[in-house]
């Protein structure tokens, strides 16, 4: 396994653990946006290293490393980690500005910066599959990051957990656009999965936009 991908996710199983063990850190570091707009900004970096339970930060690890190898095979472990942070980044700040008069809304998690390395993965490998242990058939990657996404969109309108499903869309747009960037070719080569994996992050701003979120 690639040095940069086994230790991003040791940094996050690592700071996940002690927000599990000690509550104190796990205020001190989670997405909050009272404390962020009294000047803490650098929780909008060390909440994506934090995980609700074990559980979630399996399936943000597990989608990581599956996904991940893809990025670095095509664009090297420099774009890889630009990308994963790039889209962390964007995920806190997409959180930021739709939550931005929510003084009390808290959220934690990679969802961010793996959702970037997700989108980023199917658009330079859109042909590829995964296979899952409960589904005997292969899934296309694309219906499974379309299906995160979605997914996403019922977790913002539910509300009910403390995981920041609003920064899957900000990752999804950091990894979409700095993957077009880094292979513009792919507008021409690739235009229908281009165009496919932009419909979930079009319909969260229509059903923003009329206030369904």
């Not at 650098?42 to 996904?67: I, K, Q």
């Not at 995964?130 to 969109?153: C, K, T, V």
């Amino acid at each position: 396994m690639n040095t940069f991908l086994i230790l991003i996710i040791a940094l996050n199983v690592i700071f996940s653990y002690k927000g599990f063990t000690d509550i104190a850190f796990f205020r001190k570091n989670e997405f909050h946006i009272g404390s962020i707009r009294a000047g803490e900004q650098s929780r909008m970096f060390s909440s994506a290293f934090l995980h609700a339970d074990w559980g979630h930060l399996f399936f943000n690890m597990f989608t990581l490393f599956m996904f991940a190898p893809v990025v670095i095979e095509n664009l090297g472990n420099t774009s890889f980690l630009l990308i994963y942070l790039g889209s962390l980044l964007a995920g806190s700040l997409l959180t930021l500005y739709f939550h931005k008069d929510d003084y009390g809304y808290r959220a934690i998690g990679a969802s961010g910066a793996v959702t970037g390395i997700l989108y980023s993965a199917i658009l330079l490998n859109p042909d590829m599959s995964l296979y899952m242990y409960f589904i005997p058939i292969p899934i296309p990657a694309y219906i499974f990051g379309i299906g995160y996404l979605l997914y996403s969109i019922y977790g913002m309108k539910a509300k009910n957990d403390n995981i920041g499903h609003t920064a899957h869309f900000g990752g999804a747009i950091g990894g979409y656009l700095i993957t077009i960037c880094k292979e513009p070719e792919m507008l021409t080569q690739n235009t229908n999965m281009v165009i496919l994996l932009a419909v979930p992050i079009v319909l969260l701003f229509v059903l923003a936009k009329i206030g369904k979120l």
